[in-house]
């Protein structure tokens, strides 16, 4: 097998990025909370920076403008003096004619050479120059250009101001901007740091409870938080999902131990019959010892089959969805109790069509109908209807028994729930049939439950039609 080849160096570089990413929730957040606010505030110090600079320098620049205008109109005026005085907010002041020399200058400029113009002016505008980058230790200077007409020519004048005060502005604001910033940067990441911390805490907390959960530690709950949040609401649906979990494994370890309580009996009476056929083996017993032993293995195979159904039909599996006439079915349920102790009356709709699978529906409708004769003195109505308006199918079944006590009509469905234990077991019954057939019901889309009757007991499931059968 050939080894694979070195990686390129992008895909290097994401490995590294990938190793150096926190992988923590509050590292994470830590990290993108800083580098949020260190973008935010050295964009307000840059902004900051420049909207001073800027009022600064136009402020230097407005009295560099007025200085040069005065010197100008006195120029015009032939009132020129050759020592200049600068005023207000100017440094240097030089006047030059148009063949470049100098008819007055400020004391700073007393004898120095004309300064160079940018480019020639029209007479009465005014043009802005900068000094290239100033030297060390230096400031930036900002010269004004007037350009007038007098009776000797055109000359220029020329007022330049020293931006020195925005420049020690400058410096103060980034000085005091570079130590503030990494401060409230840090103290932003330390805050965001322990107050993630102080939110993830009831996290923590129950992770490592749920942690030490074990399938035999199912009463332990999660601590919740006092506070209504995000992560009390977290804990609260944790402990829903224990209750689930817990309720679930005592449903199933009840459920193995009757099933246990339910196999033993037959086995019990099966295992006798062998040992008294095989201590007396007198060919007159065997008859009634051979029905016997058939007997309890019949009610063994039925009590596996309950069990095997149930066990599919507590999986996750989709539940089966192909057309079925249950009109046919519960017929067909009805058919096969011709000539029983107690006969079953058929009120059946045509054509009652639902979603399933006949073995499903079948098992439904003949465990109703096992129940029902079981308990019923006469006879037992089978009915069948169609309800268009809601979209179901109504199958109700009803007997002239003792009826079911209000206060038990939830528990006849629980699995292994006899309300005349004794009858059950000698007519046969396992408990499972009522447990099975709302099984079947619930998968299905339905419900079956028992209601109130005049007389007798009275079991009505619902099924929804197919939905081709609901717009007939």
Aim: glycine share 8%; hydrophobic share 45%; with cysteine.
């Amino acid at each position: 097998m050939a080894e694979p080849g070195p990686r390129g160096p992008a895909a290097r570089l994401r490995a590294a990025v990938r190793r150096l990413r926190p992988r923590s929730v509050r590292a994470r957040a830590t990290l993108g909370a800083t580098a949020v606010v260190a973008l935010a505030l050295g964009a307000a110090s840059f902004a900051l920076l420049g909207i001073l600079d800027g009022r600064l320098v136009r402020g230097a620049q407005a009295d560099a403008e007025r200085q040069a205008l005065a010197t100008a109109a006195l120029a015009a005026r032939g009132r020129l003096d050759s020592v200049l005085t600068p005023g207000l907010g100017t440094d240097f002041l030089q006047v030059v004619d148009a063949k470049g020399r100098v008819l007055a200058a400020s004391p700073d400029l007393a004898g120095r050479p004309a300064l160079t113009p940018t480019r020639p002016g029209k007479p009465g505008t005014v043009r802005n120059t900068w000094k290239p980058a100033p030297a060390r230790g230096e400031h930036r200077l900002r010269v004004v250009q007037v350009t007038t007409v007098t009776e000797e020519g055109l000359v220029t004048v020329y007022a330049g101001t020293s931006l020195r005060q925005a420049d020690a502005a400058d410096e103060a604001i980034t000085a005091v901007l570079a130590v503030v910033v990494p401060l409230l940067v840090l103290t932003v990441a330390l805050v965001t740091w322990r107050v993630t911390g102080w939110a993830l805490r009831p996290v923590e907390a129950i992770r490592a409870e749920v942690a030490e959960i074990s399938d035999r530690d199912l009463h332990r709950r999660v601590p919740v938080p006092r506070s209504q949040d995000e992560v009390a609401r977290l804990a609260v649906t944790m402990n829903a999902t224990l209750d689930r979990l817990e309720a679930a494994g005592i449903r199933q370890r009840r459920f193995i131990a009757d099933a246990s309580h339910e196999l033993r009996s037959p086995i019990t009476v099966l295992r006798t019959q062998l040992e008294v056929a095989q201590a007396h083996p007198d060919p007159a017993l065997w008859g009634e010892l051979v029905g016997g032993a058939l007997e309890d293995t019949v009610r063994l195979q039925d009590l596996a089959s309950d069990l095997l159904l149930l066990a599919r039909l507590d999986t996750s599996e989709p539940a089966p969805d192909s057309p079925v006439d249950l009109a046919e079915v519960a017929r067909e349920a009805a058919r096969a109790r011709r000539g029983d102790r107690v006969p079953v009356e058929l009120e059946i709709a045509d054509e009652v069509t639902v979603c399933g699978s006949t073995l499903w529906l079948s098992r439904l409708v003949t465990n109703l109908l096992d129940n029902a004769q079981r308990h019923a003195e006469q006879h037992v109505l089978l009915s069948l209807r169609a309800d268009r308006d809601r979209g179901t199918a109504v199958v109700e079944v009803r007997d002239d028994g003792p009826g079911i006590p209000a206060a038990d009509r939830e528990r006849v469905f629980e699995r292994f729930t006899r309300l005349d234990d004794a009858r059950s077991r000698d007519e046969g019954g396992t408990g499972l049939g009522l447990a099975i057939a709302r099984d079947i019901a619930t998968r299905l889309g339905g419900t079956l439950a028992a209601l109130d009757s005049p007389a007798g007991a009275r079991l009505v499931a619902t099924l929804p039609l197919d939905a081709a059968a609901r717009t007939t």
